[in-house]
């Protein structure tokens, strides 16, 4: 039987001459890592801008806290969206100002809230009674911002259930909230991570309105919608253009709130600093398990305790690429840990060239979200992923 050449589309990834970069920077450097490309992630913020000229990015820290990515977002201009008061240190001691930072997280402490506000920070979310009174005794008079509850169909890393409440509950706490001395300033929602269905802002947007007008019936005039995150990034599953989400997007909140749009705000992680990830890593062992089993095992230096934990489930898809030749042959990819879960795909089938053996390094691209901020501190005595800037 003849079988197929090993392919795999680099160019759609990454250019030549990039990828010449990535191989000169990282030749004489232990496997595994990432190298992050900030001049991609100035130029994606630049692309959301031009895009989307009727938002104001507040970028979503935990996709990628490096110092680095913060500081060059900073100096873009973009917000930020904090889950934590150590995420509020550190863009402090990065000396981004207070009033660019939000308390994104619906889940606080309450001396938690206290000590943003000391710092200064005056934004924060909110979807249950007793966050919000936390929110009314330690940081007064501040604006606070209500997550809907949205379903996360279609999306490839989902953040259903967990935050947000039924527009119902939001309408008591948009009351209450200004009845306690807050300002109830407006609504967020998140369609869930790498949406690829862009209807899904449709729906959100839609029970946005019916609140928008809920609350004007009783003289509370809400200024501002968060669209959250779930923009997309290049793994193989494919996805729409960003350009192509702006426009629909602006489409459905035109079709409800016409020409006077309330503030609109977003709060990109993976979109922003995806793409501008690559992680190098290195063959450890191929076996085959049984002599007429069909698949090869292939465990690499990194797996899901070492940043790739999206691969739970075979959510998110990364793109791998190896530089043999050979016939294209179906493989099992797994991690290197002494745990079962440890395996990274084998419903999807990657494909390899034959002739792949141990020592040979493997390219991961779109790795620059949700990796490194991810992985166990170690496990197996593993260290955390180490990462470099280019
Ligand atoms: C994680 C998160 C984001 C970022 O979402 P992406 O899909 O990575 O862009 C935005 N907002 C909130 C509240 C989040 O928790």
Same mark, same amino acid.
């Given at each position: 039987m003849r079988k197929e050449k090993y392919e795999f589309p680099l160019e759609e990834y990454i250019s030549s001459k990039e990828f010449k970069k990535i191989k000169r920077f990282s030749r004489d450097k232990e496997t595994p890592f990432l190298i992050v490309d900030l001049e991609k992630i100035r130029v994606m913020y630049d692309q959301i801008v031009e895009h989307m000229s009727f938002v104001k990015i507040y970028y979503a820290v935990k996709a990628n806290p490096m110092d680095e990515v913060i500081t060059t977002l900073k100096d873009k201009g973009s917000s930020f969206d904090v889950a934590t008061i150590y995420e509020v240190d550190q863009l402090l001691r990065l000396e %981004?100002?207070? /009033?660019?930072?939000?308390? /994104?997280? $619906?889940?606080?402490?309450e001396k938690d809230i206290a000590y943003a506000y000391e710092r200064g920070i005056r934004l924060f979310v909110t979807d249950c009674e007793s966050d919000l009174r936390k929110l009314a005794r330690n940081a007064p008079g501040s604006r606070v911002f209500f997550r809907v509850l949205t379903e996360s169909d279609g999306a490839d890393w989902p953040l259903s259930r967990k935050f947000g409440a039924h527009p119902d509950i939001i309408y008591k706490l948009i009351l209450k909230s200004h009845a306690l001395g807050l300002e109830p300033y407006g609504l967020s929602f998140h369609v869930g991570s790498q949406q690829r269905d862009i209807g899904q802002w449709d729906n959100a947007i839609s029970k946005c309105k019916y609140l928008f007008t809920a609350a004007a019936e009783k003289g509370i005039h809400l200024r501002m919608i968060n669209l959250g995150g779930g923009f997309p990034a290049k793994y193989l599953s494919p996805a729409n253009e960003l350009e192509t989400y702006a426009h629909e997007i602006y489409r459905f909140l035109y079709e409800d709130f016409g020409e006077e749009l309330p503030e609109i705000i977003i709060e990109p992680g993976r979109s922003l600093t995806a793409d501008a990830g690559i992680i190098v890593s290195e063959v450890v062992m191929v076996s085959k398990k049984?002599?007429?089993?069909?698949y090869r095992w292939v465990y690499l230096d990194i797996g899901k305790f070492g940043g790739l934990i999206e691969t739970l489930d075979e959510c998110i898809k990364y793109p791998i690429y190896c530089e043999k030749k050979g016939c294209a042959e179906e493989v099992i990819l797994a991690g290197p840990t002494c745990d079962s879960m440890d395996i990274l795909y084998e419903d999807h089938k990657y494909t390899f060239p034959? $002739?792949?053996?141990? /020592?040979n390094r493997v390219y991961i691209f779109t790795t620059g979200a949700y990796t490194q901020s991810y992985?166990? %501190?170690?496990?197996? /005595?593993f260290p955390p992923l180490k990462a470099y800037v280019l």
């Open positions: %981004v100002e207070p /009033g660019r930072i939000s308390y /994104g997280n $619906t889940i606080k402490k049984a002599k007429f089993n069909q034959h $002739t792949l053996k141990e /020592g992985c166990s %501190v170690a496990f197996n /005595g």
